[in-house]
């Protein structure tokens, strides 16, 4: 299973860099998740720049998006987010994608409660 963190706004490389950090930094999701940041592509070029697209968890295993979702949501009470985050799942079926998205807080303000 894939997740792929994107971000819209004028800080969204920053809030990217810092969630980077803190999934990277997060000895719990060692061993269940690799996460890697994703280039921006030169749309010039089509060659990967020097800027940062997205952050990837890739799971080795169903059982660490707990793990991940707790780090996520840890990380969003933390830094509280200028920019918006997207979440994009693949690798699961389409009902489970959408439990997942709840889970990760998609369509919540920035402190995890629901609008």
């Not at 799971?59 to 707790?70: D, I, P």
């Not at 009470?77 to 959408?98: F, L, M, Q, T, Y």
Request: net charge negative.
């Amino acid at each position: 299973m894939e997740i792929r963190f994107e971000a819209v706004g004028a800080a969204r490389e920053d809030e990217l860099l810092s969630l980077y950090d803190w999934l990277a930094g997060d000895r719990a999701l060692r061993g269940g998740a690799r996460v890697t940041r994703v280039a921006e592509t030169d749309p010039g070029t089509g060659r990967m720049g020097p800027g940062l697209d997205a952050v990837l968890a890739v799971l080795s295993a169903v059982s660490g998006v707990g793990q991940l979702h707790l780090s996520y949501l840890a990380w969003r009470r933390s830094h509280r987010p200028r920019s918006r985050i997207s979440i994009d799942i693949s690798g699961v079926d389409a009902e489970r994608v959408a439990e997942l998205l709840r889970g990760f807080g998609e369509g919540d303000d920035s402190d995890g409660e629901p609008r």
